[in-house]
């Protein structure tokens, strides 16, 4: 089992970057309830208004509202565990997410490659998916394997499950992927459970985990809703992860945006609590802010290093493992 090396633990020298004080973290927070509560979340998905509802939230299947009270909020967070560990096919190659410990890992999901043979810029296949997961199993920089690009060549209702199929045989990693609906999510859950032996096997041993991403500003849609209540019952790890845009889907301000960011990924978790108490989850984030000029994501921008730090520190507040886009 690997457990990585520490940041922001208070030892005694060394430099410390704060970007939110604590009194701004918890007005954060107070906001954040105050939206999930009064203005709610956009549903798509029957089970999932069912699930909120015998949770008590206030559901309006008419307009696809759901109400979420502050204390079923509060109440997810202390449930959601505090650490979570990702599994490798063997365990030297597990790793631990937990308060303080940092780890890498590639992003994703790239849709085009240059051909390694003719140099040529062209669509990313299922084997490119395969290859790209040979090589980060050889870079120790990076604990876990996320799908570099995707299977272009495949059929897109299923691409998902084309794409787990190409990297679990390719790396002695943990996979995460992610998945567009139910059948998606079971298929990758029974690809893993046939290699570790079992679904239970799975659960105690998660290779795979799955990611969703809620839709800026205030929504869960659909495909969101099937992944985390897939994910939830089978016990993987879920990284809900929020891809809100400062000055485009979310306010322009870094508080207003950490407070739509906060809502739609505490709604995430609130539905895959509620869904099984104890599911592990992962707070994720590749928020950042909109370029003016070209009405574009400004990745890689100072803005998006402040925002990532922010999503960290929020992260930290509620003691959950965090997710962030890197520079």
Request: proline share 5%; glycine share 8%.
């Amino acid at each position: 089992m690997k457990r990585n090396l520490q940041a922001g633990a208070r030892r005694n020298a060394g430099l410390r970057m704060e970007v939110f004080s604590e009194t701004d973290r918890d007005d954060i927070h107070l906001a954040t309830l105050e939206v999930l509560e009064r203005t709610g979340v956009n549903v798509e998905h029957d089970e999932a208004f069912d699930i909120f509802a015998d949770g008590g939230c206030h559901v309006d299947r008419d307009r696809g509202l759901v109400r979420i009270p502050a204390h079923v909020v509060e109440d997810a967070i202390r449930s959601a565990p505090s650490k979570v560990v990702l599994c490798g096919r063997r365990p030297e190659y597990d790793v631990v997410l937990e308060s303080g410990r940092v780890a890498f890992t590639n992003f994703s999901e790239g849709v085009q490659v240059v051909d390694q043979e003719t140099g040529e810029l062209r669509p990313s296949t299922k084997q490119d998916v395969a290859d790209l997961a040979r090589v980060n199993d050889y870079l120790s920089e990076f604990s876990t394997y996320e799908m570099a690009v995707s299977a272009r060549d495949v059929p897109e209702a299923t691409m998902a499950v084309h794409n787990a199929e190409a990297a679990l045989p390719n790396t002695r990693k943990c996979v995460g992927t992610g998945a567009l609906s139910t059948l998606e999510a079971e298929a990758i859950i029974d690809l893993g459970a046939a290699i570790v032996g079992s679904r239970e096997a799975l659960r105690a041993r998660p290779i795979v985990y799955l990611g969703v991403c809620p839709v800026s500003p205030l929504k869960l849609p659909r495909d969101v809703t099937e992944v985390i209540i897939s994910a939830s019952r089978s016990g993987l790890p879920d990284n809900i992860l929020s891809m809100a845009m400062a000055g485009a889907s979310s306010p322009v301000t870094l508080a207003g945006t950490l407070v739509t960011h906060n809502a739609e990924v505490l709604a995430g978790i609130t539905l895959a609590q509620l869904t099984e108490r104890g599911s592990p989850c992962i707070y994720g984030s590749s928020t950042t802010a909109i370029d003016l000029r070209l009405a574009a994501a400004s990745v890689g921008s100072p803005e998006l290093g402040l925002i990532s730090a922010a999503v960290a520190e929020m992260a930290h507040r509620y003691d959950l493992p965090s997710f962030v886009a890197g520079l």
